[in-house]
């Protein structure tokens, strides 16, 4: 009887599609390319694709990884994997052999699915595995053609067993600090971010979603992709986000809302379709997954004033919304990141978890149901990330009294410049006041008398005069202490970012590691 109960209360990712499906039925809720589906053909997919894993002898708990771009076969590997009861891995397309080796080898993956134009790498890692294409033709175990497939549709409803407590997903952090860390998340943390995101993000069933961010990243798969089709909203998915075809799908289709992160907008403000195309349509612009400099902030909201912007921080450890700037919340605070959503208590703490006073630098932590259970197989990290009782996230900011949330840096990229903390993100933010600058990132590198040097490395605008780095110096003096100044200033053609338009600063740092002498400084 107990059992029984058991399964008629459960509440996983597979339930909450079903769910979707019935609701709102022949609605459209995807577009990729020339395919439309409807929610109801979403939720049919999802059992089409999980019969088919289950039958080539994958178990319930089994990893399965998804090394692809976006595709709608990618999103159906998903939603088949949640209703099967597997734990999905995804891959960035970006990793080679032996960085995509080291995931599915961490893991235990039991079968990896790929694209043709990727199958080189993916034949290269990996050993024996249960091999299948992320495809838009007939070939062998070819997700796309199987979720198209009534011959699948026989057979009682999969994952009937399936827990909300179930593992459905291990999230590989970027690995910026050692190697990438599988985060452990279940079907009941991923629900409960996605209802902090239809709250906090203010979702709606007649949004209009652009999704051009990689799903394999958990910004656009689990901020804004999944919950918008739970809700009932449309999802527009294109592979990525070129700035000329975005703004021309946000004009054509009449897109409402868009979420990038910073390196994407300032992409788009700078491309010359921004003024020509109409982006009245815009109700929601999102931003997030790195700081946004405020004059970038200031500049969007001048450009796209009908469009509210919600400042949305987090990371995947935590599914990953943790707290948003709403967007009447932006004129009075425009640096914040807001403060914790619907399902997240937060605080900022110092080295004995106490909390620190208003305007003082600590550490961001959190408790919340949106949290992993660990990183996998990896207990001494799982046991460093949750001392104290509440998760670290590795983030340094500051709290006001009403509890509004700034990010100073995360605690590697502060500099200690002379025994001095210098927040890279205070650099950057004086830099990108002068009107020569396109983008610029602020690292440490090694100095003889310093230790650690602040040195900014710039992309110039294209009407940028020559030799700008002696006023870009004059520009960081008038509005910096003497010690924030950049003892180097590196005129580069462009700034590393992984293919979620992250900011890889750590290769940053490996590159200009042996500049301590010899280039533009301030003394």
């Known amino acids: 009887m107990q059992e029984i109960g058991g399964r008629v209360r459960r509440n996983t990712i597979g339930d909450a599609v079903r769910r979707a499906g019935a ?48 595709s709608d076969a990618y999103l159906l590997l998903w939603l088949g994997c949640a209703r099967a009861g597997l734990v999905h891995v995804p891959a960035n397309f970006a990793l080679t052999a032996t960085e995509l080796d ?35 033709g007939q070939r ?18 999969p994952g009937e067993q399936v827990s909300e407590e179930d593992l459905v997903q291990l999230q590989y952090t970027s690995g910026t600090t050692g190697l990438p860390k599988g985060a452990m998340m279940t079907h009941r943390a991923l629900l409960a971010e996605y209802a902090s995101c239809i709250v906090e993000l203010e979702m709606l069933r007649h949004d209009r979603c652009l999704a051009a961010l990689p799903l394999y990243h958990t910004a656009q798969m689990h901020a804004f992709t999944m919950p918008a089709l739970l809700n009932g909203g449309f999802t527009l998915l294109i592979e990525a986000p070129q700035p000329a075809l975005v703004l021309e799908l946000i004009e054509r289709e009449r897109i409402t809302t868009f979420f990038a ?19 009245s349509s815009l109700q929601k612009v999102q931003y997030g997954a790195s ?6 902030l200031q500049e969007l909201r001048r450009r796209l004033p009908g ?83 509440w998760f670290h996230s590795g983030d340094v900011a500051t709290i ?59 992309v110039l605008r294209a009407d940028a005069p020559a030799e700008v780095e002696v006023a870009l110096l004059a520009h960081a003096r008038e509005r910096l202490a003497p010690y924030k100044v950049p003892k180097r200033i590196i ?33």
């Not at 700081?291 to 970038?296: D, G, Q, S, T």
């Open 23 to 70: 609701r709102f039925r022949d609605r459209p809720a995807l577009r990729f390319g020339e395919r439309n589906w409807s929610f109801a053909a979403l939720d049919q997919a999802a059992d089409r694709v999980a019969r088919f894993l289950l039958a080539e002898g994958l178990q319930p708990g089994d990893r399965v990884c998804a090394f692809g771009r976006n």
């Open 102 to 136: 080291y995931i599915l080898r961490q893991s235990g993956a039991s079968a990896l699915f790929t694209q043709p134009a990727l199958e080189t790498i993916a034949g290269a890692a990996g050993g024996e595995l249960l091999r299948g294409t992320l495809d838009v």
């Open 140 to 157: 062998a175990r070819d997700i796309l053609a199987i979720a198209l497939d009534a011959g699948w549709d026989v057979g009682p409803p």
């Open 261 to 279: 992160p910073p390196t994407v907008w300032i992409s788009l403000l700078q491309h010359p379709d921004f003024a020509r195309r109409d982006l």
């Open 291 to 296: 700081i946004m400099p405020v004059p970038v």
């Open 307 to 389: 469009a509210r912007p919600f400042n949305c921080y987090g990371q995947s450890e935590i599914a990953p919304l943790a707290t948003v700037l709403r967007p009447e919340e932006h004129e009075a605070r425009p640096g914040s990141v807001g403060r914790p959503v619907l399902n997240v208590e937060t605080r900022v703490v110092d080295a004995e978890m106490r909390d620190v006073a208003p305007g003082e630098r600590g550490e961001v932590v959190h408790r919340s149901p949106q949290l992993l259970l660990g990183y996998w197989n990896m207990p001494e990290e799982t046991a460093k990330a949750f001392e104290g009782g």
């Open 400 to 458: 006001d009294v009403e509890g509004y949330l700034s990010i100073v840096d995360r605690t590697k990229d502060l500099i200690n410049t002379g025994g001095v903390l210098v927040a890279s993100r205070e650099v950057e933010e004086a830099l990108f006041t002068h009107p020569a600058v396109a983008e610029v990132a602020v690292i440490a590198v090694p100095d003889p008398k310093w230790i650690e040097a602040v040195a900014a490395v710039v």
């Open 491 to 523: 005129i580069a053609e462009s700034l590393p970012k992984n293919t979620a338009g992250k900011l890889l600063k750590r290769e940053l740092r490996q590159i200009y590691a042996g500049t301590a002498s010899g280039a533009l400084g301030a003394g």
